[in-house]
């Protein structure tokens, strides 16, 4: 098991590695799937959050993952939990979130992965709830926060996002430990 922290029957989440900057920087250049953010990355900035991703694991012990099959050890994208600090009533908090690369949709990945970010959240990390938050359009990923057993307790204005733009109100979903 290649220094997989988290491991389900398909996929294994690790932290990130150097092999992972170009399929990572691709997948974040692709507008489809990242429709639903202000805008695609440039490979400068997909470098710049792959070092913060990487830093948070080692700050943390946890972070957006890199997510890979096992079966042919391929970079999928990212599942995982984030500490998260921007300025909202829910914060600071832990956060769910997951981005992949466009021929992984459709197969389960995100839910599957999820699901087990979740378990370890409560139960390794110690933590009592998990928040996620998406803007109201992105009906992909609310459809995976309902089938993680999260629920929506509210809506808000994301303070990263200018006012006025089509995805400054975003779904904020919960689930505590109970
Ligand atoms: C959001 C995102 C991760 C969701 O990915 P996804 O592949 O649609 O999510 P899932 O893992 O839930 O899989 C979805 C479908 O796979 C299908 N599927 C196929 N094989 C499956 C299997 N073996 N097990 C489970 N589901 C399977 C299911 O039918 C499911 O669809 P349904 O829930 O409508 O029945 C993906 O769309 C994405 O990366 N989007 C761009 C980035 C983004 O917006 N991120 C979120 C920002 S907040």
Same mark, same amino acid.
């Given at each position: 098991?290649?220094?997989?922290? #988290?491991?389900?029957?398909?996929?294994?989440?690790?932290?990130?590695? $150097?092999? &992972?900057? !170009?399929?990572?920087?691709?997948?974040?250049?692709?507008?489809?799937?990242?429709?639903?953010?202000?805008?695609?990355?440039?490979? =400068? !900035?997909?470098? &710049?959050?792959?070092?913060?991703?990487? !830093?948070?694991?080692?700050?943390? +012990?946890?972070?957006?993952?890199?997510?890979?099959?096992?079966?042919?050890?391929?970079?999928?994208?990212? #599942?995982?939990?984030?500490?998260?600090?921007?300025?909202?009533?829910?914060?600071?908090?832990? &956060?769910?979130?997951?981005?992949?690369?466009? =021929?992984?949709?459709?197969? +389960?990945?995100?839910? =599957?992965?999820?699901?087990?970010?979740? &378990?370890?959240?409560?139960?390794?990390?110690?933590?009592?709830?998990?928040?996620?938050?998406? $803007?109201? $359009?992105?009906?992909?990923?609310?459809?995976?926060?309902?089938?993680?057993?999260?629920?929506?307790? +509210?809506?808000?204005?994301? $303070?990263?996002?200018? =006012?006025?733009?089509?995805?400054?109100?975003?779904?904020?979903?919960?689930?505590?430990?109970?």
């Amino acid at each position: 098991m290649p220094g997989y922290i #988290i491991k389900t029957p398909r996929l294994g989440l690790r932290n990130w590695q $150097p092999s &992972d900057l !170009e399929p990572f920087a691709e997948m974040n250049s692709d507008e489809a799937v990242m429709e639903y953010f202000p805008k695609t990355l440039s490979k =400068e !900035e997909s470098l &710049d959050l792959y070092n913060r991703l990487k !830093e948070h694991f080692e700050k943390h +012990g946890y972070t957006y993952f890199a997510a890979e099959t096992i079966s042919d050890k391929k970079f999928i994208g990212f #599942i995982g939990l984030a500490y998260q600090t921007y300025e909202a009533h829910f914060t600071p908090c832990v &956060d769910i979130g997951w981005r992949l690369r466009r =021929e992984a949709w459709g197969k +389960g990945y995100a839910t =599957e992965g999820a699901k087990a970010c979740l &378990d370890f959240g409560f139960n390794k990390i110690k933590l009592e709830e998990i928040y996620s938050v998406t $803007p109201l $359009p992105n009906l992909k990923s609310v459809n995976v926060m309902k089938k993680i057993g999260m629920k929506k307790v +509210g809506e808000f204005g994301h $303070p990263n996002i200018e =006012e006025g733009h089509p995805l400054k109100v975003c779904n904020l979903f919960r689930i505590s430990k109970q």
